[in-house]
């Protein structure tokens, strides 16, 4: 199992799940899409300048909790509103983060 693959399933994560992806092209971004479909849930790719209520709009709209977001962006994240962050790490130490989201709460407006 991989690293994002054990943090789906530690998430709960269903088979045809939505998974926002929220990384820059690269490694990292390759891993995430193919754990996430190896795992059985659907990545959806997202801009990494994404404003962070644009993003929750988005998940709200398609139906998706998860973020899986780069390490140099989870910070840009902190206001999002989530329930529970889980590492993600591998050969190359931590590199993501997933965030479960609790779409429920409040999202500051961006600015």
């Known amino acids: ?18 998974v926002l992806i929220l990384m820059p092209a690269g490694p990292g971004f390759a891993a995430a899409i193919v754990g996430t479909i190896r795992h059985g849930a659907l990545p959806l790719p997202m801009n990494p300048g994404t404003w962070t ?23 840009a994240l902190a206001e999002l509103p989530a329930l529970q962050k889980v590492p993600v790490g591998g050969e190359q130490g931590i590199w993501a ?15």
Do not use: C, F, Y
């Open 1 to 18: 199992m991989t690293a994002l693959g054990a943090a789906l399933v530690t998430l709960g994560v269903s088979r045809g799940e939505r």
């Open 53 to 75: 209520s644009d993003l929750v709009t988005a998940a709200t709209k398609i139906g998706s909790r998860l973020v899986v977001v780069s390490t140099e962006h989870t910070s």
């Open 97 to 111: 983060t997933v965030l479960s989201l609790d779409l429920n709460q409040p999202v500051p407006p961006a600015g």
